[in-house]
DNA sequence: GCCGTTTTCGGCCCGACTGTTTTCAGTCG
C-alpha cells in the first residue's frame, strides 16, 4: 500500500494530539503539528521523494529526528512511537480535542478524574451531570460539552464559497448601515478565496465599537451569541455558520486585516521575521522592542514592508513557500479574469444544457471573450441525452454556419468525451478529427482500483485527439470524493503527450484543488480554467476557477485559454 | 522537536473572551 503524505500528516497530528494531552513540551507538540502542515502541503509524493533519495530534512519544521520518522511511516505504514503512546494512553482521546471547548487540560483532566476515553464515554459522564462537578470546569462547560457533541454528530460541513459570498453580502449591508462605521471587509479564509470556508471572519473599522457589536450580534439571521466583547464578538446564524466581528481603529487597519485575513500559519511566518527584527506584530500594528509607538499598521503593504517583504496576495497566504518566494522577489504574477481570452468547455440545449448555440455564443462575447469551445456530450452519457456521430456531425456544421456571421467571436467545436472503461474514447476518429479539441472526461465507472483509474485515462491520453482532461478526479465539493486516480501520474503523461488538465470552475467542483494545480506548475503542464457551464449565468462561475488558480500558484503562461486563438490552435493540434 | 547575521543552547506568535475565579487558566483564532 503506498503511503499518501495524508497519511502521514494524520499520523503527526495525533501524536502531538496524544503528547499534548499527557502534558508534553508544548514546543515539542508544535514540532509535530508544524511538520504534518509541511507534509500536507507538499504538493509532491513524500514517498516518491524518499525513492529519490531526497534529504527530507531540507523540508521546512523537518529535521533530522522526522525525517527518519517519515521514513518509518512510508516504510512500514504506521509508527511506533505512534503504537507505544497509545499504548499508555487512548488513542480516541486525540477525538475529544476537537470538540469546541475542550483543549488538551481539559481531556487530560476529564480522562484522569472520571476515565473518559472517547467521545461515548465523554457524553454519558455529561449527561450524568459528572462534569460539571470537576474542580475547574461547571455547568456552562457540560451544556458547552454537549452542544459540542451534538455538532460533531452532525458532521460539522463547510460551506462553499459561492454560498458564503450570497450570506455575507447580507450581513455586511447590516453592518455597513451601523452609526460611525468605515470599512467593512470579510477576511479570514473568505478573503484567501478557499473554496470553502468553514465561518466567516468580518472586520471592521470604527471608533466606539461596542455599538457595532450590538449591531451585529441584533442582526436578524442571529441564531445564538457565542461571545460578545467590545472589539470582537462570536455568532452563530441560523444557516449554522460561526461570523467573528472584529473591531479596530482605522490607524490598525492593515494590520488588523492582515491579522484577520490569516492563514494562521502564515501569520505566524510573518510574526517570526518581526521577532528577528525586535518587531511586534499584532492585530494592532507593527512595534518596536517594548515601545508603544506605532511603526505601520494602516496598511497590509506597510505591515509586510516592516519585515522586509513585498505584498503578498490573500490566496497564497498558507505559508506553502509564500515567504521565501518573497523573500526571493520570485512571488508569481498571479492570473486575473481579466486574462483569460476564452472559455473551453460549455453545453447547450442539444444535450443538458439550458441555452441554444446563438445564446451561448453572443453571451460569451459579451463577456469579452473572442473563442468559446462548444463540449456537448458524447452517446455514452445517456442521461445527458449524449450525441452520436450523426448529431455532432450537424452541431459542427450549424457552428460553421454561426461562425460566418458572428462578429468578434469563434465558437471552437468540441466535444466531452467520455473515456470509457478501458480507457477508448466515445466517438471514433473519424468524427473527432472533424473538432476543433476535445475535453475528454470520466464519468462512469468511477470506483475502479487507483493503477487501473490511472491507466485507464493514461491510455486514453494516447489517443491523439485527446486535449484536455475535464475534471480531473470527479469529485464534488463536500458531497462525493474524487475518484482514486494517481494525479501526478496523470500529469507526467499529460504533459509528455501534449495534453492539457482542466480546472473545471464550477463552484460545486473546482476540480483541480489549489494543490493539485500547484503540482501542475511544478511538473509543467498547462491548465485549462473552464466554467463547464450548462447556461449563460453559468459562464459566470469563471471567477471561481481563476480564485483556485491563483491559490494554486498559477500565472497566465501556466493556463491555456489566456493564449490568442492562433496561439490556441497550434498547441491543440498534436500531431 | 526545530532552528541559527541571537548559530549547537535556549529560545520558540500574540491577544481576546469565557467560565470559574477572586487574579487567571484554558481555549480559540
Same mark, same amino acid.
Given at each position: 500500500?503506498?503511503?499518501?503524505?495524508?497519511?502521514?500528516?494524520?499520523?503527526?497530528?495525533?501524536?502531538?494530539?496524544?503528547?499534548?494531552?499527557?502534558?508534553?513540551?508544548? /514546543?515539542?507538540?508544535?514540532?509535530?503539528?508544524?511538520?504534518?502542515?509541511?507534509?500536507?502541503?507538499?504538493?509532491?509524493? %513524500?514517498?516518491?521523494?524518499?525513492?529519490?533519495?531526497?534529504?527530507?530534512?531540507?523540508?521546512?519544521?523537518?529535521?533530522?529526528?522526522?525525517?527518519?520518522?517519515?521514513?518509518? %511511516?512510508?516504510?512500514?505504514?504506521?509508527? +511506533?512511537?505512534?503504537?507505544?503512546?497509545?499504548?499508555?494512553?487512548?488513542?480516541?482521546?486525540?477525538?475529544?480535542?476537537? &470538540?469546541?471547548?475542550?483543549?488538551?487540560?481539559? !481531556?487530560?483532566?476529564?480522562?484522569?478524574?472520571?476515565?473518559?476515553?472517547? *467521545?461515548?464515554?465523554?457524553?454519558?459522564?455529561?449527561?450524568?451531570?459528572?462534569?460539571?462537578?470537576?474542580?475547574?470546569?461547571?455547568?456552562?462547560?457540560?451544556?458547552?460539552? *454537549?452542544?459540542? =457533541?451534538?455538532? !460533531?454528530?452532525?458532521?460539522?460541513?463547510?460551506?462553499?464559497?459561492? !454560498?458564503?459570498?450570497?450570506?455575507?453580502?447580507?450581513?455586511?449591508?447590516?453592518?455597513?448601515?451601523?452609526?460611525?462605521?468605515?470599512?467593512?471587509?470579510?477576511?479570514?479564509?473568505?478573503?484567501?478565496?478557499?473554496?470553502?470556508?468553514?465561518?466567516?471572519?468580518?472586520?471592521?473599522?470604527?471608533?466606539? #465599537?461596542?455599538?457595532?457589536?450590538?449591531?451585529?450580534?441584533?442582526?436578524?439571521?442571529?441564531?445564538?451569541?457565542?461571545?460578545?466583547?467590545?472589539?470582537? +464578538?462570536?455568532?452563530?446564524?441560523?444557516?449554522?455558520?460561526?461570523?467573528?466581528?472584529?473591531?479596530?481603529?482605522?490607524?490598525?487597519?492593515?494590520?488588523? =486585516?492582515?491579522?484577520?485575513? #490569516?492563514?494562521?500559519?502564515?501569520?505566524?511566518?510573518?510574526?517570526?521575521?518581526?521577532?528577528?527584527?525586535?518587531?511586534?506584530?499584532?492585530?494592532?500594528? @507593527?512595534?518596536?522592542?517594548?515601545?508603544?509607538?506605532?511603526?505601520?499598521?494602516?496598511?497590509?503593504?506597510?505591515?509586510?514592508?516592516? @519585515?522586509? *517583504?513585498?505584498?503578498?496576495?490573500?490566496?497564497?497566504?498558507?505559508? $506553502?513557500?509564500?515567504?521565501?518566494?518573497?523573500?526571493?522577489?520570485?512571488?508569481?504574477?498571479?492570473?486575473?479574469?481579466?486574462?483569460?481570452?476564452?472559455?473551453?468547455?460549455?453545453?447547450?440545449?442539444?444535450?443538458?444544457?439550458?441555452?441554444?448555440?446563438?445564446?451561448?455564443?453572443?453571451?460569451?462575447?459579451?463577456?469579452?471573450?473572442?473563442?468559446?469551445?462548444?463540449?456537448?456530450? +458524447?452517446?455514452?452519457?445517456?442521461?445527458?441525452?449524449?450525441?452520436?456521430?450523426?448529431?455532432? +456531425?450537424?452541431?459542427?456544421?450549424?457552428?460553421?454556419?454561426?461562425?460566418?456571421?458572428?462578429? #468578434?467571436?469563434?465558437?471552437?467545436?468540441?466535444?466531452?468525451?467520455? &473515456?470509457?472503461?478501458?480507457?477508448?474514447?466515445?466517438?471514433?476518429?473519424?468524427?473527432?478529427?472533424?473538432?476543433? *479539441?476535445?475535453?475528454?472526461?470520466?464519468?462512469?465507472?468511477?470506483?475502479?482500483?487507483?493503477?487501473?483509474?490511472?491507466?485507464?485515462?493514461?491510455?486514453?491520453?494516447?489517443?491523439?485527439?485527446?486535449?484536455?482532461?475535464?475534471?480531473?478526479?470527479?469529485?464534488?465539493?463536500?458531497?462525493?470524493?474524487?475518484?482514486?486516480?494517481?494525479?501526478?501520474?496523470?500529469?507526467?503523461?499529460?504533459?509528455?503527450?501534449?495534453?492539457?488538465?482542466?480546472?473545471?470552475?464550477?463552484?460545486?467542483?473546482?476540480?483541480?484543488?489549489?494543490?493539485?494545480?500547484?503540482?501542475?506548475?511544478?511538473?509543467?503542464?498547462?491548465?485549462?480554467?473552464?466554467?463547464?457551464?450548462?447556461? &449563460?449565468?453559468?459562464?459566470?462561475?469563471?471567477? /471561481?476557477?481563476?480564485?483556485?488558480?491563483?491559490?494554486? $500558484?498559477?500565472?497566465?503562461?501556466? &493556463?491555456?485559454?489566456?493564449?490568442?486563438?492562433?496561439?490556441? $490552435?497550434?498547441?491543440?493540434?498534436?500531431?
Amino acid at each position: 500500500m503506498p503511503v499518501h503524505n495524508r497519511d502521514i500528516a494524520e499520523i503527526f497530528k495525533k501524536v502531538a494530539d496524544l503528547l499534548d494531552i499527557t502534558g508534553s513540551n508544548p /514546543f515539542r507538540v508544535r514540532a509535530y503539528r508544524s511538520a504534518a502542515r509541511t507534509v500536507e502541503g507538499l504538493g509532491q509524493s %513524500i514517498a516518491d521523494m524518499i525513492e529519490e533519495e531526497e534529504d527530507l530534512s531540507e523540508l521546512p519544521g523537518i529535521g533530522k529526528d522526522l525525517a527518519e520518522k517519515i521514513k518509518e %511511516i512510508v516504510d512500514t505504514g504506521n509508527l +511506533s512511537q505512534l503504537e507505544e503512546l497509545e499504548s499508555r494512553t487512548p488513542g480516541e482521546l486525540s477525538q475529544l480535542m476537537k &470538540i469546541e471547548g475542550l483543549g488538551p487540560k481539559r !481531556v487530560s483532566t476529564l480522562y484522569k478524574q472520571l476515565d473518559v476515553t472517547s *467521545l461515548k464515554t465523554l457524553k454519558k459522564a455529561a449527561e450524568d451531570g459528572k462534569i460539571s462537578r470537576l474542580e475547574g470546569f461547571g455547568e456552562k462547560t457540560q451544556q458547552k460539552i *454537549l452542544e459540542g =457533541l451534538q455538532r !460533531v454528530d452532525e458532521g460539522e460541513k463547510r460551506i462553499k464559497l459561492v !454560498v458564503a459570498e450570497e450570506i455575507a453580502a447580507n450581513l455586511l449591508d447590516h453592518i455597513q448601515e451601523g452609526k460611525g462605521v468605515k470599512e467593512v471587509v470579510v477576511a479570514g479564509s473568505y478573503r484567501r478565496r478557499k473554496e470553502t470556508v468553514g465561518d466567516l471572519d468580518i472586520l471592521v473599522t470604527c471608533k466606539k #465599537g461596542a455599538h457595532v457589536m450590538d449591531r451585529f450580534t441584533a442582526y436578524e439571521d442571529v441564531n445564538k451569541i457565542v461571545s460578545k466583547g467590545k472589539t470582537r +464578538s462570536t455568532v452563530v446564524l441560523r444557516s449554522g455558520l460561526h461570523v467573528d466581528l472584529r473591531v479596530v481603529p482605522q490607524v490598525s487597519y492593515g494590520a488588523a =486585516l492582515h491579522y484577520f485575513t #490569516g492563514s494562521k500559519a502564515h501569520n505566524i511566518a510573518v510574526r517570526k521575521l518581526g521577532v528577528k527584527r525586535k518587531l511586534k506584530i499584532n492585530e494592532y500594528g @507593527v512595534f518596536k522592542g517594548g515601545e508603544k509607538a506605532r511603526m505601520a499598521g494602516r496598511t497590509e503593504e506597510e505591515v509586510y514592508s516592516q @519585515v522586509a *517583504l513585498p505584498y503578498i496576495e490573500p490566496e497564497l497566504r498558507e505559508d $506553502w513557500g509564500e515567504i521565501e518566494a518573497a523573500q526571493k522577489d520570485q512571488l508569481p504574477q498571479l492570473v486575473t479574469l481579466d486574462d483569460l481570452r476564452g472559455d473551453l468547455h460549455a453545453h447547450t440545449k442539444e444535450t443538458d444544457g439550458h441555452h441554444t448555440l446563438e445564446e451561448m455564443a453572443r453571451s460569451a462575447r459579451d463577456r469579452g471573450y473572442s473563442y468559446l469551445a462548444i463540449t456537448d456530450h +458524447s452517446k455514452r452519457v445517456t442521461m445527458a441525452h449524449g450525441m452520436d456521430k450523426k448529431r455532432l +456531425s450537424k452541431q459542427i456544421k450549424k457552428i460553421d454556419r454561426l461562425n460566418e456571421k458572428l462578429k #468578434g467571436l469563434t465558437i471552437l467545436k468540441g466535444s466531452e468525451v467520455d &473515456i470509457l472503461k478501458d480507457g477508448s474514447l466515445d466517438l471514433s476518429d473519424e468524427i473527432l478529427d472533424a473538432l476543433d *479539441l476535445t475535453v475528454c472526461a470520466v464519468h462512469y465507472d468511477r470506483k475502479l482500483p487507483r493503477k487501473e483509474q490511472t491507466e485507464r485515462i493514461i491510455k486514453a491520453m494516447d489517443n491523439p485527439y485527446f486535449n484536455i482532461l475535464a475534471h480531473p478526479t470527479g469529485r464534488l465539493i463536500e458531497e462525493r470524493q474524487a475518484y482514486d486516480v494517481d494525479l501526478e501520474a496523470v500529469m507526467k503523461a499529460a504533459k509528455e503527450r501534449g495534453c492539457f488538465l482542466e480546472l473545471n470552475a464550477h463552484p460545486d467542483r473546482l476540480d483541480l484543488t489549489d494543490r493539485d494545480c500547484k503540482m501542475a506548475k511544478d511538473i509543467g503542464v498547462k491548465v485549462v480554467v473552464s466554467t463547464d457551464a450548462h447556461s &449563460i449565468t453559468d459562464l459566470d462561475f469563471m471567477r /471561481f476557477g481563476i480564485y483556485q488558480a491563483r491559490r494554486g $500558484w498559477l500565472e497566465p503562461d501556466d &493556463i491555456l485559454n489566456t493564449r490568442s486563438l492562433k496561439q490556441l $490552435w497550434k498547441l491543440l493540434r498534436r500531431k
